[in-house]
Each structure stands twice: as C-alpha cells, then as structure tokens.
C-alpha cells in the first residue's frame, strides 16, 4: 500500500502564504500524477493542482497565479506553496497519488492523505 502525509497546514492572515507537503512511503512501484484537492464544509471535494511525474502541471481557475504545485520524484514529495492567501481558500486539504504498488505493479490506485486543515482569516 501507499501512505500519503501531509504536512504544513494551519492558520494564516488573508494575502499571507502557507506551504504544504504530501510525502508518499510504502511498497512503491511507481507514482504517477500526485495532486492536490480541497474540501471546504459543505462542499464537495475539488481539485486545487496536480503534477504528473514529468513535471506537468493543472491549475484549477482559483489557484492560478497564486499557488504552485511542486514535486520531488526522489523524494516521492510534492508541496504547495500558496501565496495571497484569500478566506475563501479556507478548506482541509488532501494529498492524492496515483500510484502502482510492489507488489501489483500493472495496476494503477488512488490514494489519499487524511488531510490538513488551512484557515484563512480576514
């Protein structure tokens, strides 16, 4: 199996910055795309960014311009660095990889972090 943990959440000012980390441990094969995804209470799910192994980027429209998406492959990390933080960024955020394990490695799996909370204030 694959275990995903995120790192760096908390508590920041509207138009302050906070940076996340997703590291993945386990009976890896290889990881594909990793992202990341947000759930505000009372809303579903929603993709903020991901990265593919190469380095491919995807931006959901609200975080263009103002968050970053960045993986180490040696590491089997990405970050988020978010920047001009905004209330409605407020959300627990999840880590996501798509991943083949050791031991099936033909097959490809979803896998998710519990999640870190991040609370804008304005």
């Known amino acids: 199996q694959v275990q995903l943990v995120e790192s760096g959440g908390g508590l920041a000012q509207a138009g302050g910055s906070l940076r996340l980390s997703c590291a993945a441990s386990?009976?890896?094969?290889?990881?594909?795309?990793m992202g990341w995804y947000r759930q505000a209470p009372g809303k579903q799910r929603e993709l903020v960014a991901d990265i593919t192994s190469g380095g491919s980027t995807n931006y959901a429209v609200s975080a263009k311009g103002r968050f970053t998406i960045s993986r180490d492959n040696a590491k089997n990390t990405i970050y988020l660095q978010m920047n001009s933080l905004k209330p409605e960024d407020t959300a627990v955020y999840y880590c996501?990889?798509?991943?083949?394990?050791?031991?099936?490695?033909?097959?490809?799996?979803?896998?998710w972090g519990q999640g870190t909370q991040v609370t804008v204030s304005s």
């Open positions: 386990g009976s890896i094969f290889r990881i594909n795309a």
């Open positions: 996501n990889a798509e991943a083949r394990i050791a031991t099936n490695p033909f097959v490809s799996n979803n896998y």
